[in-house]
């Protein structure tokens, strides 16, 4: 089904919708919209194989991962909204008067209130949990903001029945008309036109850099600029230090065999960067590597733009000065489908060639063979900002490194120690996000209850009285959530 894109006008008029809309919903309980993203979560559910039929016609995903993501979704939804009701994430904090002091104290009280509409940008690589009823559009919801979805046009059907299971949850809580508004749009002008009209207040977006930076750009320079948060990828560079590699070069060659083509090595937080020194170890970590490789059948990529890119890139990649094929799956590629591929080169190469630090989304990776520690340290000192980074370690290798250590701690947003990138659990620890340009913003998470900060702002109240002041600040607490009153965390009333 084609779908045409949205005028200036109809935008203006979603967007004058939303903004009605915002004044209202910003006073319903934390409750009111914990159970509101409930409801889209069952009404996600309710929309059964077709959904999933129809997702896996748009995006060549199989039905096993489409369940699995639509699953996550509902329990993204269904833990947000727990968080929402909990209160934590409002930061409330709460100093109370002492006209005993020179000059008199006031009574001081803070929490954080929602920005506005949000624009939520769907991602082409997941089309459930990154997109209409994703992460962003979850916390967005449950921070207090109606959410504008501009769909992915690589999946805009599948986009569209989730939509309107959005919509037909927002009918069944009475929310106010233009809660949620779906939008779409292959052109630029689309995309460009959301960002920036006056009643925008924030954007979510998850893909590639060039797309994220822009959408932040266009963000920036307007006359009152607004937060992008602009997931953007990156390569995920893991480091292979010597006694672990030493120990378990064949294992870890397998493991991450499996992590750089998961899902035809189509996840931002896929291991597109292999560091270690040059020893005997290292050299049979290669070859474990590339005999895997070699016997992984190719797939195919979400959509045919998405396999062109990675073909190109990797060819780029590939013609760099220094860089060698290690290994490439023997069974050929049909089109459309990625074709798993490692290569190799030196540390010197890598430090003299940026290209050799752009990311190749897709089943690729590069195996970088650095001369001794000092050069691994130069390697890592010289990466750009990342979503992780990885350790494959023991105890004495992370010792007295501490060089090291602080360098790849500098660049990463999630830092793993024997394990993979590939995965990100949705719980309120993790961190899905990191220095730029990995995202626009390393202070804020994509995944996680801490994602509802992006949409809400702090505000102070200072001597008000207590039947003025907005509900969760109110002497008695009558939500029970979590304050910190004069210093101290607790649940109890003033």
Known sequence: ???????????????????????????????????????????????????????????????????????RTIFQLNSYAAACEEGTWLDI???TANGG???????????????????????SNFPFAYSTAGGDTACAFAAGCP?????????????????????KAAGKCNMPDGIFA????????????LVTHPYTKAVGFTGSFLGGKQLFDWGNQRKEPIPVFSEMGSINPVFLLPEKLQQSSADIAKMYAASITLGVGQFCTNPGLIIGIESGALQNFIATLGEEIKHIVPAAMLHPGISKLFSENKAKALLQQDVTTVAVSETDAKENQGLPTIASSTGQAFLNNPVLHQEVFGPYSIVIR???????????????GQLTATLMATENDISNN???????????????????????????SMHHGGPFPASTDSRFTSVGADGIKRFARPICFQNWSNDLLPV????????????????ELTRSSL
């Not at 954080?112 to 991602?123: D, H, K, N």
């Not at 501490?402 to 309120?428: H, Q, Y």
Request: charged share 30%; hydrophobic share 40%; aromatic share 6%.
């Open 182 to 193: 779906h939008v779409h749009g292959g052109s630029v002008e689309v995309g460009k036109a």
């Open 101 to 123: 002091k020179t000059p008199p104290k006031p009574d001081i009280r803070k929490m954080l209130v929602p920005l506005g509409p949000v624009i939520v940008f769907g991602a």
């Open 402 to 428: 501490d060089e090291f250590m602080e360098a790849v701690k500098n660049i990463c947003g999630r830092f793993i120690l024997n394990s993979v990138p590939t995965g990100v659990e949705v719980c309120l």
């Open 472 to 487: 969760e600040l109110k002497n008695q607490n009558p939500s029970g959530i979590w304050r910190t009153i004069n210093n």
């Open 1 to 71: 089904m084609k779908y045409i894109d949205f005028t200036n006008e109809e935008i203006n008029e979603v967007m004058n919708k939303a903004w009605t809309a915002f004044h209202q919903y910003r006073k319903l309980s934390l409750k009111q919209r914990a159970d509101f993203m409930r409801a889209i979560a069952v009404e996600m559910e309710a929309c059964g194989d077709e959904l999933i039929n129809t997702a896996m016609k748009e995006t060549n995903l199989p039905e096993a991962r489409l369940r699995g993501e639509r699953a």
């Open 147 to 167: 959410v504008i979805i501009k769909a992915h046009p690589a999946h805009a059907e599948t986009s569209e029945t989730v939509a309107n299971a959005i919509l």
């Open 93 to 95: 904090r709460i100093d």
């Open 370 to 384: 650095c001369k001794d520690k000092d050069e691994m340290i130069e390697v890592a000192k010289n990466l750009e």
